[in-house]
């Protein structure tokens, strides 16, 4: 008999008690409004954003309603604005080229490397061709490309950097947390991102005036002197007349459940990354499957796999699918024509531009690609990982 896996890709772990206790006080008071703050009080969100600050180093953060308005919120605080080009990378989710919709920009698609990140040559030659002055970097399932060349690159070019960080909260590149190394980084606190308040977003930067900016966007009613992380007032007042209020702001319950979570994330990190490399080298030297190999600088957060069947086709990535599927194992494929569920490719997002990528489809053409929940055990990873090596090994 073939073994099956009968654990469930979506299960999330519980809330941590304290998290759960921090909720019940916020609703006992009733004070869910993030301004809505007794004398002397701070509110969790105020607090959760000073502690995201710490975490992250930024000087400045900002709690949101979620990922895709932090980086709609982070594109509008940097004016961009109808027609610009924003670049972003092709291998990313839905929300990113949305946000960039959302302003009434541009998407213009970068090509992605083997290694799932962007490609900087094509990244350099699609600066010179557009004059775009905005990349929005998304760091998609975690990989992190070589940030240093990445930089130099977009600062030779006069481009501004939007780390899109959705699935690096607790990363590094060189032991810099991810987001520090462009001009502001987006964050989710999604379900299915790292810490989990069913939705929400965070932001942060070192700029003053694009923060006070984006806390205004945010809909801080001039109430902003009630942050604790945001920049001093001077920096408000330079732009509390021109900036318009989008209101996307986090409540209490949810700074509050986020709160306990951050403490735990450099632990949960950890226990991803176990996972990660027990299913890694679990599908290592499997015949016709390339394992993506992390480089050195890159500190993972291991919350999902992803690997190639490069010479596959698509008839038999369907065969690995659907065996897979039949022993409980959940496989996504990044080649599918049709966009189906989260998995979505470039050409599925029909309001850009038509652009033409032609290495980004071969690789996705082969790009598959499995969450790691942290409510599957090493011995979960092990199988899961053995269950895959056996239906690619059987497809062949
Ligand atoms: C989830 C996600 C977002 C947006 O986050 P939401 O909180 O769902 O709006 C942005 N970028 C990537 C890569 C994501 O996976």
Redesign the pocket.
């Known amino acids: 008999m073939k073994q099956s896996f009968t654990g469930n890709f979506t299960q999330q772990e519980p809330i941590p008690e304290a998290g759960i206790e921090a909720a019940l006080r916020v609703m006992r008071a009733g004070r869910l409004h993030r301004y809505n703050v007794a004398v002397g009080e701070v509110g969790e969100t105020a607090l959760l954003e000073q502690e995201f600050a710490a975490f992250t180093g930024a000087a400045y953060a900002l709690a949101v309603a979620?990922?895709?308005?932090a980086?709609g919120c982070a594109l509008r605080a940097m004016g961009v604005g109808p027609g610009d080009p924003v670049l972003t990378n092709a291998f990313?989710?839905a929300?990113?080229p949305g946000a960039i919709a959302a302003v009434s920009a541009r998407p213009v698609f970068v090509e992605v490397t083997e290694s799932l990140t962007i490609d900087l040559d094509h990244l350099a030659q699609r600066i010179s061709e557009t004059g775009a002055k905005v990349l929005l970097l998304?760091h998609?399932r975690g990989h992190i490309c070589d940030m240093g060349k990445l930089m130099a690159i977009c600062d030779a070019g006069g481009v501004s950097v939007i780390e899109?960080c959705?699935?690096t909260m607790g990363g590094t590149w060189k032991g810099v947390p991810s987001g520090r190394h462009g001009r502001v980084a987006a964050y989710?606190?999604?379900t299915?991102?790292h810490i989990n308040s069913g939705?929400?977003?965070l932001l942060t930067s070192d700029d003053p005036d694009l923060m006070a900016r984006a806390v205004i966007l945010s809909g801080s009613y001039m109430l902003f002197e009630r942050h604790r992380a945001a920049p001093p007032r001077e920096a408000f007042e330079k732009v509390k007349y021109v900036t318009p209020n989008v209101s996307g702001r986090m409540d209490n319950l949810r700074a509050a459940i986020l709160r306990p979570q951050l403490a735990d994330l450099p632990a949960q990190v950890a226990r991803w990354n176990a996972l990660y490399r027990t299913v890694e080298e679990g599908l290592r030297n499997t015949p016709g499957l390339k394992v993506i190999e992390r480089p050195a600088e890159e500190g993972i957060v291991g919350s999902s796999i992803q690997f190639l069947l490069p010479e596959f086709g698509a008839d038999r990535i369907a065969q690995v699918q659907s065996g897979c599927a039949a022993r409980g194992v959940e496989l996504k494929w990044f080649g599918g024509a049709e966009p189906v569920g989260f998995t979505s490719r470039y050409e599925s997002w029909r309001y850009a531009e038509t652009q033409s990528l032609p290495q980004t489809d071969r690789i996705l053409a082969g790009l598959m690609d499995m969450r790691l929940p942290l409510t599957f055990s090493l011995d979960d990873a092990c199988l899961i990982a053995g269950i895959i090596a056996d239906e690619v090994r059987g497809a062949q």
């Open positions: 979620s990922g895709g308005y980086i990313t989710l929300p990113v998304s998609m899109d959705a699935h989710s606190t999604q299915y991102k939705e929400g977003g």
